[in-house]
C-alpha cells in the first residue's frame, strides 16, 4: 500500500522525442526524487535508447544529443528498473498528464505496471500560488525563490526542482494550519477551483483542530 502521507513520494520528470506516445514518440531520460517523510532518500537518472534517431529541435530544446543516446541502455531496459525504484510510491509530476502518459505506454511494453496513484505539482500551483505570473515550472522556481542550479529540460534537474516546489506548497499549508497534508488532499486540491479553495482549506483546518 502506497503511503497515504503527501511527503512521502517519488516525483519524476521525462524527457522524450515528442509530445504523444501515441504518435510513436519514445522517452529518452527519466529522472526522479525520492522523498520519505519530506526528505530526499534517493534519486534515479538514466538516459535511454529509443531505437531511432531524434530531431534536431529535441537535441536543442533537451541538449541530449543522437551521440548521448547511441551508447545508452534501451528503453526497456531502463524502464524495469525505474518500476522497482518507484515500488508502490504515490507519484508527483509537473504537468502530469504528460508524464503519466509516457509511463503507462512505456511500463505497458514491459507489461509492468504500478499501484501508486498520480498527482499534479502544476494544477496544485495554479490553487495554491495564485500570484505566479505562469505556472511554468521554471518561471515558478524563479518566483519562489528554490534553489536550483540553472539547469532546465533535463530529467533529474526537473524532477529536483519540482519535488522543491512540492515540499514549498505542503510547508505553506501547514504554516495555514493544514497540518500533515495527505496525498489525497493535494489530489483534491487540484480539482478544487480557485473560488472553491479558501472554503475548502477552512474546511481543513477546522478538521484538523477538533
Same mark, same amino acid.
Given at each position: 500500500m502506497p503511503s497515504t502521507a503527501a511527503n512521502t513520494v517519488v516525483v519524476l520528470d521525462f524527457e522524450t522525442? %515528442? $509530445?504523444s506516445p501515441n504518435m510513436g514518440d519514445r522517452a529518452i531520460e527519466i529522472g526522479a526524487v525520492k522523498l520519505v517523510d519530506g526528505e530526499v532518500v534517493d534519486t534515479f537518472q538514466e538516459l535511454m535508447n529509443p531505437g531511432f +534517431?531524434? @530531431?534536431s529541435f529535441i537535441e536543442g530544446y533537451t541538449g541530449i544529443t543522437n551521440n548521448m543516446l547511441r551508447t545508452a541502455s534501451g528503453c526497456e531496459d531502463v524502464m524495469s528498473r525505474f518500476a522497482v525504484f518507484i515500488a508502490d510510491f504515490n507519484l508527483v509530476a509537473h504537468n502530469a498528464s504528460f508524464d503519466k +502518459? =509516457? $509511463?503507462d505506454a512505456e511500463l505497458e511494453r514491459l507489461r509492468a505496471d504500478y @499501484? %501508486?496513484? =498520480?498527482?499534479? @505539482?502544476? $494544477?496544485?500551483?495554479r490553487r495554491l500560488i495564485q500570484d505566479s505570473p505562469t505556472h511554468k515550472l521554471g518561471d515558478l522556481v524563479r518566483f519562489k525563490g528554490i534553489a536550483n542550479? %540553472?539547469? =532546465?529540460h533535463r530529467a533529474l534537474a526537473d524532477a529536483e526542482m519540482t519535488a522543491r516546489l512540492w515540499l514549498l506548497m $505542503?510547508?505553506?499549508l501547514q504554516q495555514q494550519g493544514v497540518t500533515n497534508p495527505s496525498f489525497r488532499l493535494m489530489q483534491t486540491i487540484s480539482k478544487t477551483s480557485k473560488q472553491a479553495l479558501p472554503s475548502f482549506l477552512n474546511k481543513q483546518r477546522v478538521t484538523a483542530s477538533i
Amino acid at each position: 500500500m502506497p503511503s497515504t502521507a503527501a511527503n512521502t513520494v517519488v516525483v519524476l520528470d521525462f524527457e522524450t522525442t %515528442g $509530445l504523444s506516445p501515441n504518435m510513436g514518440d519514445r522517452a529518452i531520460e527519466i529522472g526522479a526524487v525520492k522523498l520519505v517523510d519530506g526528505e530526499v532518500v534517493d534519486t534515479f537518472q538514466e538516459l535511454m535508447n529509443p531505437g531511432f +534517431r531524434v @530531431s534536431s529541435f529535441i537535441e536543442g530544446y533537451t541538449g541530449i544529443t543522437n551521440n548521448m543516446l547511441r551508447t545508452a541502455s534501451g528503453c526497456e531496459d531502463v524502464m524495469s528498473r525505474f518500476a522497482v525504484f518507484i515500488a508502490d510510491f504515490n507519484l508527483v509530476a509537473h504537468n502530469a498528464s504528460f508524464d503519466k +502518459r =509516457f $509511463l503507462d505506454a512505456e511500463l505497458e511494453r514491459l507489461r509492468a505496471d504500478y @499501484s %501508486g496513484q =498520480f498527482t499534479c @505539482s502544476m $494544477l496544485i500551483a495554479r490553487r495554491l500560488i495564485q500570484d505566479s505570473p505562469t505556472h511554468k515550472l521554471g518561471d515558478l522556481v524563479r518566483f519562489k525563490g528554490i534553489a536550483n542550479d %540553472g539547469v =532546465f529540460h533535463r530529467a533529474l534537474a526537473d524532477a529536483e526542482m519540482t519535488a522543491r516546489l512540492w515540499l514549498l506548497m $505542503l510547508e505553506e499549508l501547514q504554516q495555514q494550519g493544514v497540518t500533515n497534508p495527505s496525498f489525497r488532499l493535494m489530489q483534491t486540491i487540484s480539482k478544487t477551483s480557485k473560488q472553491a479553495l479558501p472554503s475548502f482549506l477552512n474546511k481543513q483546518r477546522v478538521t484538523a483542530s477538533i
